[in-house]
């Protein structure tokens, strides 16, 4: 089979990164091209990335050349795929321009996320939203953008897609604890976070509720439905360098003991199992039955096969909350900048390419 050739636009960052070290041995994917800024275009890509991730920049990677995120630089390369990593104050219009070009645009960035015909994807929970594409299509655009959720929505959307069909969730109370990548690698100075916490993230509680009513809702009629189920997030950033932690009070429609619910996210599979897509875990969600797991360090990597290792979600601690009749409490995470971002976008690219979209 030949393989569809990708753009990566924002390589040289944190998510950037992910996407060239997961696509350099893609089979599906082939990447032929990584964008960034002015300040990285027409540099070597080995002298413009400053890598952060353990092992060799990949060498399909080390010697191309840096291009502008531009559509005629892009379109140049012959790639029909686009990977954005882009940060949101200028992805909207690059994003578009890509799309308006014929390219298939796969997003991490916020600014598409909440357009009422853009799908805002993570493949286990809601794949049939991809249905939202043909409006994009009908307008008259020759590509169209898909998008995925804020790098905190992605660990609670897998553990509650499982309990809404099982249980049904009446409301969601989270509290998150980010680690330092998701703000990019300038993003926090280590004098503000080493031997500290920051109780704010802007825009993230924001983020965390209308993402997850939105995917945890339907594409009916022609739009996007969003879910009646208000979420309060609070949001932290704390000295850890990948895996978001989230703990998690979810109000039942109904009771549910909490063996029950474990049995439910064990036994959670989704489209990209059904598939077997190569960026696939086995299990979208495994639960530790320690009693102080799961941690960053510990299990921010967990997914086998190897291509999906950090794209498992791992819960533990459930149990039942004692100011809520239907009450549970868990604690959830997974690798921001793996599920949260860059392995997310690609497994979306997956079940495009494996239902004949792009
Ligand atoms: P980052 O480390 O700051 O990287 C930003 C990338 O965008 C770099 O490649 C940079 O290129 C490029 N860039 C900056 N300004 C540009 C411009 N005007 N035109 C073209 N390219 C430009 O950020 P990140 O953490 O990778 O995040 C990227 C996006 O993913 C953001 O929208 C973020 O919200 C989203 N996201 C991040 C995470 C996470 O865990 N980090 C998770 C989910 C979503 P230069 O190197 O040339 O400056």
């Given at each position: ?65 840096v291009l502008p995120c ?183 429609d109904r009771f549910a ?15 990209p199992q059904r598939l ?83």
């Amino acid at each position: 089979m030949e393989r569809t050739k990708a753009v990566v636009c924002g390589a040289t960052g944190m998510v950037g990164q992910v996407y060239v070290a997961m696509l350099s041995d893609h089979p599906w994917f082939e990447l032929v091209g990584v964008a960034a800024s002015e300040r990285s275009a027409g540099r070597r890509y080995g002298d413009a990335a400053r890598w952060y991730i353990p092992g060799e920049i990949p060498d399909v990677a080390r010697s191309m050349t840096v291009l502008p995120c531009t559509a005629d630089a892009v379109t140049a390369t012959g790639a029909t795929l686009v990977f954005s990593a882009l940060p949101s104050d200028v992805a909207g219009p690059m994003e578009h321009s890509l799309a308006d070009a014929g390219m298939a645009v796969v997003a991490d960035t916020a600014s598409h996320r909440m357009d009422a015909d853009v799908p805002l994807i993570v493949p286990e929970v809601n794949a049939d939203h991809l249905a939202a594409l043909s409006v994009q299509r009908a307008g008259g655009r020759k590509g169209f953008i898909v998008t995925g959720p804020n790098c905190s929505t992605a660990a609670l959307i897998l553990s509650l897609k499982p309990l809404q069909a099982a249980f049904g969730i009446r409301r969601v109370i989270v509290v998150t604890m980010q680690a330092l990548s998701g703000a990019g690698y300038a993003g926090v100075p280590s004098m503000a976070i080493v031997d500290n916490l920051i109780p704010f993230i802007r825009n993230e509680e924001e983020k965390i509720a209308r993402e997850t009513q939105k995917m945890l809702g339907s594409w009916s009629d022609g739009s996007f439905q969003p879910a009646d189920i208000p979420v309060s997030a609070s949001c932290n950033r704390v000295a850890v360098l990948e895996g978001h932690t989230e703990s998690v009070l979810v109000e039942l429609d109904r009771f549910a003991s909490p063996e029950e619910v474990e049995q439910v996210l064990r036994d959670f599979q989704g489209e990209p199992q059904r598939l077997h897509l190569p960026t696939a875990p086995e299990h979208p969600v495994i639960v530790r039955a320690e009693p102080d797991r799961p941690q960053p360090r510990l299990d921010r990597l967990a997914g086998e096969p190897a291509r999906a290792r950090g794209m498992t979600a791992v819960a533990g601690r459930i149990r039942r909350d004692p100011a809520f009749v239907t009450g549970i409490k868990y604690t959830v995470l997974s690798h921001n900048t793996i599920r949260g971002a860059a392995g997310n976008a690609i497994l979306t690219a997956e079940l495009l390419a494996a239902k004949g979209l792009l």
